[in-house]
């Protein structure tokens, strides 16, 4: 300063430390009790940190940090460490060769925008700066104005990320290692239709593109595809788990099915029930009872087809493969003739039967409701427009909705049977 003294952000490093005040008997028992919240998280720093798969490199920790464990941005922690002027800021995480890590105290002087780091100097019990200041990453640095638990609970997630991380890196790693020589491959009317997709404009089918570097190329991840779906397979079997040491790594699994399903709606403090009652009488298929019937009916037959197979998988002796095949064909070409003669028909003859009373009005073209024309919010408006420009009157929804509830059967009941079929498959 102009008075001759150091001015509060230029002080030298060893007076810093002699004008703070001393550490508080709860903050010198900090690196013990950081330590053991660590510890009941599953981090474990006193051994070292090798991978769980025995491997000692390791990929950067910070890559994994979760940033939604923060709780104050950078420059919020460096002014708070200045306001508080203490002789130690937090605790910092030191490694060695082997791998184990020790906390040690530490002293913030600022954070490095660069870097993404903060720039610490290390300090022993009594306030001593140990060596020069170095840049550390935030998932290695406990500040003492934050909750420890929560901090052990970021560096454990921070862990955890980065072993599934690496295993799915190994796991990678085998599959674009396995052989694809022996693997069916994809066959020539794939590969034509493939490029007919990709000649989408006018300009790519004229012009001189060599497809063939690209064609090997989905030859090699087609292969590759195959090879997952067999590595997965076998993954599942614990005794191919063991050997390919995986001990967190989890198969996707399906999402799980919804109960209820939920759609946003617009200003739901301005809904005015009965112009959107009358909208959706005008232009709903299921504001007639007879409709709800006719949809019902449907609803039904497809739940009874989907009871059916479209293969048969129960037999009461061995029989040849031959045989076998012979057995499937007949069955999928019954499957095929039910559905034609049979299934058809009946929902034909039950949509008819619902319907044959309904009012002469319902089957009129319905005009696009007045609120859409008083609406003043544009989505609401589009989307209005574009449902009268694509389903057109109430007989027309509802046949598209029966269509593609049969659409949905028909593809249900194919994947039952071929999930059915291939867990039946192994048992061959």
């Given amino acids: 300063t102009p008075g001759g003294g150091y001015a509060a952000d230029r002080m030298p490093l060893t007076l810093q430390s002699l004008r703070a005040p001393a550490l508080p008997q709860s903050a010198k028992k900090g690196p013990v009790l950081l330590q053991e919240e660590l510890q009941a998280a599953g981090v474990d720093y006193t051994k070292p940190q090798k991978s769980q798969l025995g491997f000692e490199a390791r990929l950067p920790l910070s890559w994994f940090d979760d940033a939604d464990f923060e709780t104050k941005q950078p420059h919020e922690w460096v002014a708070c460490c200045r306001k508080a002027n203490r002789r130690a800021d937090g605790f910092a995480l030191v490694l060695d ?137 076998e993954l599942r079997q614990p005794g191919f788990r063991d050997q390919v040491r995986f001990p967190t790594l989890e198969l996707p699994r399906k999402p799980p099915v919804a109960e209820l399903g939920v759609i946003p709606a617009w200003l739901p403090s301005a809904y005015d029930y009965s112009a959107c009652a009358k909208s959706f ?67 034909k003859k039950g949509v008819l039967s619902a319907i044959v009373h309904a009012s002469p009005e319902w089957r009129q073209e319905a005009p696009r409701p007045s609120v859409y024309e008083q609406d003043e919010i544009p989505e609401i408006r589009a989307a209005a427009h574009a449902s009268e420009n694509d389903h057109g009157s109430r007989p027309k929804r509802m046949t598209r909705a029966i269509n593609l509830m049969v659409a949905d059967t028909l593809r249900n009941v194919a994947n039952a049977s071929l999930e059915a079929y291939a867990d039946y498959y192994p048992l061959i």
């Fill in 281 to 347: 009488g005008g232009i709903s298929s299921k504001a007639l009872p007879e409709a709800v019937q006719a949809m019902a009916q449907v609803q039904y037959e497809c739940l009874q087809l989907m009871k059916l197979s479209l293969f048969t998988i129960e037999f009461s002796a061995s029989i040849r493969l031959e045989d076998f095949e012979q057995l499937q064909m007949q069955h999928i070409m019954r499957f095929v003739q039910f559905i034609r003669d049979s299934w058809q028909p009946t929902l």
């Fill in 97 to 233: 060769d082997s791998g184990r890590g020790t906390w040690r105290y530490m002293k913030v002087h600022k954070f490095s925008t660069d870097a993404g780091k903060y720039l610490v100097s290390s300090m022993d019990a009594m306030g001593s700066m140990l060596g020069k200041p170095y840049l550390e990453d935030r998932v290695n640095l406990c500040f003492l104005d934050e909750r420890q638990s929560q901090f052990a609970n970021r560096v454990a997630s921070a862990h955890k990320r980065r072993d599934l991380a690496e295993e799915d890196l190994l796991r990678r790693h085998y599959i674009q290692n396995m052989p694809v020589g022996e693997l069916r491959q994809i066959s020539a009317f794939q590969v034509n239709r493939i490029l007919e997709l990709a000649y989408s404009t006018e300009q790519l089918r004229q012009g001189a593109l060599d497809p063939t570097s690209l064609v090997e190329e989905t030859r090699l991840e087609y292969a590759r595809t195959l090879n997952t779906l067999l590595f997965e397979s």
